[in-house]
């Protein structure tokens, strides 16, 4: 119990180190990213540090499986150099059961990273789009999905708009039941539009069977309403701005996920995406217990049999293969081509059995 006390806090240890490194990496190249996006638009230094704090907890969590992979290999090769791994086989003990108190502390920091740096990535990121496209164009375009149908605001010179819809098509280029509420630069509403369906083309959205009501102080609305068969409504919107308002899985917490993919289907949205990110996060701890057993497999060896460099290339490389086929997975289970659960499961557990069959092969031959 001590000695998996003792690889416990050393793995820790590593980790940590390997984490400051690559947040101090990611902190500079990514302000030096938000400069140059947001050069132009007259942005001060101070924003861009906000920017770049808010960003950083997202690249943290992508590049949390390389932070695994280095920490298990600094770990063991510290070990290997001070000859530590030699004394603990002397002692009787297997590689395998020298590899538990890592793989623990690696399911540990995976169930953290799913339960709470996950919403924390969350928040931050959603905070992150509204801020830069405030800075970028002065105003949101938002989509709100919830149990009462779709929620758009579109802004323009003549003030601000706000859609309402029960659902959509797939892409939200196509919307049913809804209604147009139109306000005046100064705040106040002037003109309420209801219809059929709202189709979205370049520059306008096309409405179908909709009545328009004049919202004017001294007017009777439903006295001057005046209706239309087709209607053309002008439109700061593009398909584009929409989906990217409608945000990526990662910029909802996976709390609230089951409830959102819910709400996405009701509102004729595919959920699919998020449905595999779901299965994909609850399988990351995992994923992340994979990866500390393939850097384990080539650096569980004593220093002096030569050839440290290129086991630790090895295991890097190795790595990245694998965090590509779990993203190739992904991809495959977005678009409906394999099963979400075979998507989002099958490449952390071919991880951990592919990392099983090298260390037996190493160990016991």
């Known amino acids: 119990m001590i000695l998996h006390t003792y690889f416990a806090r050393r793995f820790l240890q590593s980790v940590l180190v390997v984490t400051?490194?690559?947040?101090?990496?990611?902190v500079l190249v990514d302000l030096i990213d938000q400069t140059r996006k947001f050069s132009d638009v007259g942005v001060s230094f101070g924003q861009r540090v906000r920017l770049t704090i808010l960003n950083v907890p997202e690249t943290i969590n992508q590049i949390l499986p390389l932070i695994m992979i280095m920490g298990t290999v600094g770990l063991f090769l510290n070990l290997a150099r001070t000859s530590e791994l030699v004394v603990t086989r002397a002692s009787g003990r297997s590689a395998l059961r020298a590899l538990v108190a890592p793989v623990l502390v690696a399911l540990a920091i995976?169930?953290?990273?799913?339960?709470?740096?996950?919403?924390i990535v969350a928040a931050t990121s959603k905070r992150y789009a509204v801020l830069s496209e405030t800075y970028r164009s002065g105003g949101v375009a938002a989509l709100s999905v919830s149990e009462n149908g779709l929620w758009l605001r579109q802004g323009g010179a003549q003030g601000q708009t706000v859609i309402r819809a029960a659902r959509s098509n797939a892409d939200a280029s196509v919307l049913y039941d809804v209604t147009f509420i139109a306000y005046a630069?100064?705040?106040?509403?002037?003109?309420?539009?209801?219809?059929?369906?709202?189709?979205?083309?370049?520059?306008?959205?096309?409405?179908?069977?909709?009545?328009?009501?004049?919202?004017?102080a001294g007017i009777n609305p439903e006295a001057n309403a005046v209706t239309h068969e087709l209607l053309s409504v002008p439109s700061t919107l593009t398909l584009d701005r929409i989906r990217e308002s409608l945000g990526t899985p990662a910029g909802v917490s996976i709390w609230d996920m089951p409830e959102f993919i819910a709400q996405l289907e009701q509102a004729g949205f595919s959920a699919r995406r998020h449905e595999v990110w779901l299965q994909s996060e609850l399988a990351r701890p995992?994923?992340?217990?994979?990866?500390?057993?393939?850097?384990?497999?080539?650096?569980?060896?004593?220093?002096?049999?030569?050839g440290t460099g290129t086991a630790v290339l090895a295991a890097v490389l190795l790595g990245f293969a694998l965090y590509f086929v779990r993203s190739f997975a992904q991809i495959l289970g977005e678009n409906g081509q394999i099963p979400v659960l075979l998507a989002a499961w099958a490449p952390p557990l071919a991880s951990i059995l592919l990392a099983l069959g090298l260390l037996l092969q190493t160990e016991d031959g």
């Open 286 to 306: 995992i994923f992340l217990m994979g990866m500390v057993l393939v850097a384990a497999a080539f650096t569980m060896r004593h220093t002096r049999f030569g």
């Open 110 to 119: 995976g169930i953290f990273a799913t339960t709470m740096l996950g919403p």
């Open 185 to 216: 630069p100064n705040g106040g509403p002037v003109r309420r539009i209801e219809a059929a369906s709202a189709a979205l083309r370049e520059g306008a959205w096309s409405l179908r069977s909709a009545k328009v009501w004049p919202l004017v």
């Open 20 to 26: 400051a490194v690559l947040l101090s990496v990611v």
